[in-house]
Structure formats: structure tokens, C-alpha cells
């Protein structure tokens, strides 16, 4: 086994280390080498609230469903406008904050927080469940700084040296 | 004090290890350093990196200890005469008004205000790729700019040559911290921070409990005053006993007082339209030139909403992984990296070579102030960027926005000793150049309209061709 040291500390607990999440994530980093990138946007039609854009990049036509790709994207969407949503609790939240003269940051974790630590358990279970048997990775935005989402694309080394993205066939999948 | 001077980042480092390009032979034995170790931006960190600062922290200390030394005299002199003849509430009252406003002082200092990471090269390279115009190598396309529409409103996104990214909206770089820093408000030397997203409340408490402090204890010296010269002496004899007999502590409470409670008011309304101080020097959303009315499209249209969300809205996270870990040494990523073979990639990384050393030359260069560096006024963000000037001759397929004409810059400059461009316009870059090459730090003012100065060079940013 691999051991890598902690990326993350106490209030950082949602950050997770992107070189092993799991045995079988290592292991496709160390059977596949990396091929692409693909980057999903932020969509600002809203205002500045945190929201992907949903469109399905060309890259990833031969690699996953539509579909499943869309699930992903509207999920974390929705998760994301639920940690930013304005409404009793968050007033309540800022008021008692307020109140205490901010201190109270110092010890309670945030809702912002919590959603966060959903969303990396969210993607980390797409990852292994959807996403590593088809030779992609996805990065948690909030190491990108929520600007975008990152989908690592990997091929199997055994394969000939075919041209990123285009290979449609991977021999680690098991389709 | 770490040096976090901005150093271009070298993508092959970047996949095995964020260091700097001199530790790219080291071996790592050692404990693994924490991020903010390394951070780009001109910040300073305090605690292990859970207290972050900003290099020009300017007069902080000044802030405080005015504060510290205005109270101090008040509860000294006043205090005991107040509470004899008034009430023992006064201090206390003041004790609190006092440890807010610390409070809130603190917190927007060492709070990061919102600060987005610069992009990774693969984002940067992703990004180079979308935007780019096919054909022109040689000729660079205008800065560049791309149109959103924002609840009907068209918003422009700049993208900014520093962070290599297109800026979200409302974010802005500041250029004395060298961040973009979202809901970027201002940079305020007094706090010795940005003013942002994340610490636009802190800030606003602070200046709203900074009024209250220093209106309660004018109100309690003229009550001193007052009752003193009732007593039995006479106004000039009063003012004499007081702290107040010192003319230049008057002064200074009269001008705090004023600007203080006009910069709340000021702050107030912004809050109240969810607007920025930036936006607002700017007239982003104000009806300019008789051009088509534009609307602010981040108003909720009616003021308790608008506070709301400023100020008791959600606490975003600190985007920036001050305290991780930077990841460790590994062979394996740094062979699949060299599997990428993007030429971006390469060429950047053979120019990373020659920018430790190109920066210390021009560095000394603009020092001795015969040398143009700057293409161009209009692209101050370009600093680091400019940085990439390959000292080859070999003009390099590098998708760097400003590398045509400073690459001719650089080679007619290198050939001949007379700068192309006229006096004033270098002048005028030198002026615009982004601090990494201004030693002295910039003289405080109290004016805080003159400080956005992150956003100043954004002017010069349409094609100045």
C-alpha cells in the first residue's frame, strides 16, 4: 500500500487528497497514464452564486453517458445552491454571528462547511462508482478554487500512443 | 518572514511539486511544507498559516494604536469623573463599543478577504486554447475579454494575465496584494488587507462599532467639559484639565469623526444597493455617456434583502488551502506529466528557466530606469508574463498574451540601448507596473477612494494598438 501524507487538516477535513483516494483510484493512476484535462466552466447566468455549466464537452462523447455526466453536474449544482442558499438559517447563522462578535466562527463550522464535506463524499463515491471504471477522474472544484471542474482522462499505459482523448477503447475499464 | 515573491510556476515542478524552480533538483527528505509556504501573492501569514496579512499591512499599527491609545486616554480621565457624576454604565458601555471593535478590526485583518488561486497550467493551457484566434502567431489579439449575460444584464469578463484566468465577476485584481480577490471591494492600508467577499461584514462591523466607539466618546468628553464648567469653572479652564488641552488629540478626534461616519454612511449605502466600492468608483452600473441604462444585476431590489445577503449571508469557505500540505515527491505523476506533450507545456517550461534570471535583470534594469520593460501601459498584468521574455532569439509558439511585442521589445532593446517607446509612455508603465518592482511601499493616504488600485491599470486595458 501507498501512503501519502495528510493534505488536509482540521477545517480543511472536506479537501481530499487527490492522489489516492481510493486503492482502486491508486491504482488506475498507476496502471493509466494521464491523457487530458477536460474543464467544465462556471455558469454565471445567475449572478455569482457557484453553478457548472452543463453542457457535455466533445472529450468525454466516447468516454460516459450523457446523461450520468449531466446527474453529476445538476447534483453538485444543486448541492452548491444549497450551501449558498439565503433564507431563516443563514440569516440566523450571520445574526448569532454578529452577536458574538464573529467569534463563534472559531469553533462552529459553517453550513457552507457541511455542504462542502457532502459534495467531496459525493464526488469521491461518483469516482469510484461511475467515473474510475471508465478511465475518469474527477477533481473536487474547491481545489481549483470553485472555478472549475476538472475530469482527468486516462489511458491504459498498455495501450499503443494513440492521440489524448481520441482512443475510445481503454483495456483497464470493464465495461 | 517567507518570501513569497511570484514565481512563474513551473508546470513540471507543479506536478511533482509546487516548489520553486531552484528546489527542482533538491530531494525531498525533509517534513512536508505547508501551502501557504508558497503561496504567489504578496501576503504575509501568521500562525502556521491560519492568519494571513497582506505585505503592505501599511499602517496597521497605526489603526490600532490610535484606537488603543483614544480609549485608554477616555477611560483614564473620563471614566472616573463620569461615573462619579453620571453613571457606571459609561465604561462599561465603552469596554464593550471597545472589544467589538478590536474584534472587528482583527478579523478583517487576518482574514483572507476571498482570494481565488491561480490557475494550474493545464487550466491555463485549456483556457489559451478556447480563445485563441487560429493563424496569427506573430500578432497578438487584443486583451482579452469575454461577454456574459447576468440575469438580462451584459456583464464583461476580463481575463487577468497574473492568475491566467478569466476573472469571475465582481472579482478584481489587486495589485498590491497581487490577487484576484473576489467581491473585490477595496484595498484598505488602515486594515492592512483587501476588503472582500469574505470579510466585507468583519469590515462593515468594524467601521459601524468605530463610529459608535468614537461618537460615544465625543459625546462623553463634551459631557466632561460641560459638567466640569458647570461646577463652578469657566470653559477655557475645563478644556485645560482635560486630555482635550492637547490640541492635536482635538484635531484628530474631529477628522476621525467625520470621515469615520462618512465612510460608514458611504459603506451603508453601498450595502443597501449590493454594490462594491470598486463598481461604485468605477460607475459600472450607473447610466454613463448616455449610453443604454445599465442596471446593477446583483440587486435584489430592496435594501433588507440586499443587507441580508451582505451581511448575514452564508460564509464562503477560504479558497485557498493555507494550511494543507503541498503533495509529496512522486515519480509516477511527474512520467505522466512528460506524457502530456503539450508544446505550451515546454515552451513555458524552457522559458521558466530564463525568468529567475530575466527577472533579476529587469529588476535591476527598471531600477536604473534606462530600459524599457513594459510593452505597453495598457497591459500592467502582463508583469509576470513580461517575465517570459526568452532571452533566445528564437521566437517560441508560446500562447503568452503580451510575448509578440515584448519579445521585439526585448530583442530591439537588447540590440540597440535607445528605447523605442517615448519617455512618458515608459514612464507611464513603470508607473502601472504591478509592485513586484516598486521597493518602497506607497504612502498611505486616508482617502480610501485612491486605493483601488487594483483596478486603476484596468483602464489601459482596452487594445492599445
Known amino acids: ?175 | 518572514m517567507k518570501n513569497c515573491e511570484y514565481q512563474q510556476i513551473d508546470p513540471q515542478a507543479l506536478s511533482v511539486t509546487p516548489l520553486s524552480a531552484q528546489n527542482l533538483g533538491e530531494k525531498k527528505a525533509q517534513s512536508p511544507r505547508r501551502k501557504w509556504e508558497v503561496f504567489p501573492g504578496k501576503n504575509r501569514f501568521f500562525c502556521d498559516g491560519r492568519l494571513i496579512l497582506s505585505r503592505q499591512s501599511g499602517i496597521l499599527p497605526l489603526t490600532m494604536g490610535l484606537i488603543v491609545v483614544t480609549c485608554g486616554l477616555f477611560f483614564a480621565f473620563d471614566c472616573p469623573f463620569l461615573v462619579k457624576h453620571l453613571t457606571i454604565f459609561i465604561p462599561v458601555i465603552g469596554g464593550v463599543l471597545f472589544v467589538f471593535v478590536a474584534i472587528s478590526l482583527l478579523r478583517t485583518s487576518f482574514t483572507d478577504p476571498g482570494i481565488l488561486p491561480r490557475a494550474t497550467p493545464d487550466e491555463a493551457a485549456d483556457i489559451e486554447r478556447q480563445i485563441d484566434t487560429s493563424g496569427s502567431s506573430t500578432y497578438r489579439p487584443p486583451p482579452r475579454t469575454k461577454e456574459i449575460l447576468i440575469n438580462q444584464q451584459v456583464v464583461k469578463l476580463k481575463y487577468c494575465f497574473t492568475c491566467k484566468m478569466f476573472r469571475p465577476p465582481r472579482t478584481s485584481h489587486c495589485s498590491l496584494c497581487d490577487n484576484c480577490v473576489e467581491r473585490f471591494d477595496h484595498h484598505c492600508p488602515w486594515v492592512g488587507n483587501c476588503v472582500g467577499k469574505r470579510n466585507y461584514r468583519f469590515f462593515y462591523s468594524f467601521i459601524i462599532s468605530l463610529s459608535f466607539l468614537t461618537s460615544f466618546i465625543f459625546g462623553c468628553v463634551i459631557t466632561h467639559i460641560t459638567l466640569l464648567s458647570q461646577e463652578g469653572k469657566s470653559l477655557v479652564q475645563a478644556i485645560e484639565e482635560s486630555p482635550a488641552r492637547y490640541p492635536l488629540s482635538l484635531v484628530i478626534c474631529f477628522f476621525s469623526i467625520w470621515s469615520i461616519l462618512g465612510l460608514s454612511g458611504f459603506h451603508t449605502y453601498l450595502v443597501a444597493s449590493n454594490l462594491t466600492t470598486n463598481e461604485d468608483i468605477k460607475g459600472s452600473w450607473s447610466s454613463k455617456r448616455g449610453a443604454e441604462e445599465s442596471e446593477n444585476p446583483y440587486t435584489y431590489n430592496s435594501i433588507i434583502t440586499n443587507c441580508c445577503v451582505t451581511l448575514c449571508g452564508p460564509m464562503p469557505p477560504s479558497l485557498i488551502d493555507r494550511r494543507g500540505f503541498l503533495p509529496p515527491d512522486e515519480p509516477i505523476p511527474a512520467a505522466s506529466a512528460s506524457d502530456i506533450e503539450l508544446p505550451p507545456f515546454r515552451a513555458k517550461n524552457d522559458a521558466n528557466m530564463c525568468t529567475q534570471s530575466t527577472k533579476d535583470v529587469l529588476e535591476r534594469v527598471v531600477h536604473s530606469s534606462d530600459f524599457p520593460v513594459l510593452c505597453s501601459p495598457g497591459t500592467p498584468k502582463t508583469t509576470p508574463q513580461v517575465l517570459n521574455v526568452s532571452s533566445r532569439a528564437a521566437p517560441t509558439s508560446e500562447p503568452s498574451p503580451s510575448v509578440g511585442c515584448t519579445q521585439q521589445q526585448a530583442r530591439q532593446s537588447a540590440a540597440t540601448a535607445c528605447p523605442p517607446f517615448s519617455r512618458s509612455n515608459k514612464r507611464d508603465s513603470l508607473h502601472s507596473i504591478n509592485p513586484a518592482f516598486r521597493l518602497a511601499s506607497p504612502s498611505p493616504t486616508l482617502s480610501h477612494t485612491t486605493l483601488i488600485l487594483g483596478d486603476a491599470p484596468d483602464t489601459g486595458f482596452n487594445p492599445l494598438h
Not at chain 1, 15 to 29: F, G
Not at chain 1, 33 to 60: H, M
Not at chain 1, 76 to 102: D, F, M, P, R, V
Not at chain 1, 122 to 135: C, D, L, M, S, V
Open chain 1, 1 to 175: 500500500t501507498h501512503t501519502y501524507p495528510l493534505t488536509h487538516t482540521r477545517r480543511t477535513r472536506y479537501y481530499i487528497n487527490p492522489y489516492c483516494i481510493t486503492l482502486s483510484l491508486c491504482e488506475l493512476r498507476h496502471s493509466a497514464s494521464l491523457a487530458n484535462k477536460v474543464f467544465i466552466q462556471r455558469d454565471y447566468s445567475e449572478g455569482t452564486t457557484c453553478k457548472f455549466q452543463t453542457k457535455f464537452p466533445s472529450e468525454l462523447e466516447s468516454r460516459i453517458e450523457r446523461t450520468l455526466f449531466e446527474d453529476t453536474v445538476k447534483t453538485l449544482n444543486n448541492y452548491y445552491a444549497e450551501a449558498e442558499k439565503i433564507g431563516g438559517q443563514s440569516y440566523l447563522e450571520g445574526c448569532l454571528a454578529c452577536a458574538t462578535a464573529y467569534l463563534i466562527f472559531l469553533c462552529m463550522e459553517t453550513r457552507y462547511e457541511k455542504v462542502l464535506k457532502k459534495i467531496a463524499k459525493y464526488i469521491q463515491e461518483q469516482n469510484e462508482k461511475i467515473y474510475a471504471p471508465r478511465g475518469l477522474l474527477i477533481t473536487d472544484p474547491i481545489e481549483r478554487g470553485m472555478r472549475v471542474i476538472e475530469i482527468s482522462i486516462y489511458e491504459d499505459r498498455g495501450s499503443s500512443g494513440s492521440s489524448s482523448g481520441s482512443s475510445s477503447v481503454s483495456g483497464s475499464t470493464a465495461r
